[in-house]
């Protein structure tokens, strides 16, 4: 199986937008959910490189962080960070789901 490179890197993201706040602004709760959600979604990035259809983990992480930056959004405007996070989800939502229905499926022969 080829390394989700993607998905890594999407965790990545996450997990150094939540350092990079603490570092700023000391923002512990930033650095909690940052270096929380990146762990989480390395670990769904990890399943999907082993499986492509074990989806779930990302799948959920991803809804529930675009859901949560999306309404921080809605509410303050502020592009940076919760609009760019919202988007990053979003677009790692579909990926995930079009991939997860498009790969083939390994056909046994014994």
Do not use: H, W
Not at 16 to 30: C, D, E, H, R
Not at 31 to 54: C, E, M, R, W
Not at 64 to 83: D, Q, V
Request: hydrophobic content about 45%; overall charge positive; charged content about 10%.
């Amino acid at each position: 199986m080829p390394i989700d490179y993607a998905s890594f890197g999407y965790a990545a993201a996450v997990a150094g937008g939540g350092i990079m706040g603490y570092v700023k602004s000391k923002s512990i709760p930033s650095l909690a959910a940052g270096v929380l959600f990146g762990s989480v979604l390395g670990y769904g990035a990890y399943q999907t490189t082993q499986d492509p259809k074990n989806c779930y983990v990302l799948l959920g992480t991803s809804a529930t962080l675009g859901g949560m930056m999306g309404y921080r959004y809605y509410s303050t405007g502020k592009i940076m960070p919760a609009g760019v996070i919202a988007a990053l989800s979003a677009v790692m939502l579909v990926r995930t789901v079009v991939r997860a229905f498009t790969v083939p499926v390994a056909i046994k022969t014994e």
